[in-house]
């Protein structure tokens, strides 16, 4: 889920951007802090929306840069458990399928890409055997998040599933929206 976070923390100017009006020097710096950052608690920041408080800035010995206490908004994502995502299969192993979705990848393992017996080629697909089902990579498909695993925090870990009804490869989807 997306989300717009108010956040408070003291941002370095550095001198290189004394040239420019300060909410934007703030700006640059907050986006070069933290975008891309990713913790249990927020999420992954997606980018900075707005500047919306600067406070008087301080200078620390030393440093020969100022620091302003700043309020901004980030935008924000934080997956969630039972969350359903669309996604592209980015890739393919003998084990599951990875899918990007946004700003995250995820994957699905062999056993929860279809309610079937799937088998996997060396051209890295997947088959479904009763149903002649195929995933490949570029696929665009429906998935669930079931496991979400901040163990690594610079690089979490998202499981998914395709098994249930109205998830899966777009086609899928909409085949079984039709005949239901």
Known sequence: MFYKLLVKDHIRVSPENFDKELKDSIAKEVRVKYTGYISKELGIVIDVIDVKDVGDGVIIPGDGAPYYESQFELLVFEPEMQEVL?????????????????????????????????SYSKEKVLNGRDTSRVLKMGDKCVAKIVAISYKDPTNPKFGLTMRTEGLGKEEWVTGDLENA
Request: proline content about 6%; glycine content about 12%; cysteine-free.
């Open 86 to 118: 669309p996604g592209k299969i980015k890739d393919i192993a003998d084990f599951g399928a990875f899918l990007t979705m946004g700003p995250i990848d995820g994957m699905v393992h062999i056993s929860q890409t279809m309610n079937d017996y799937v």
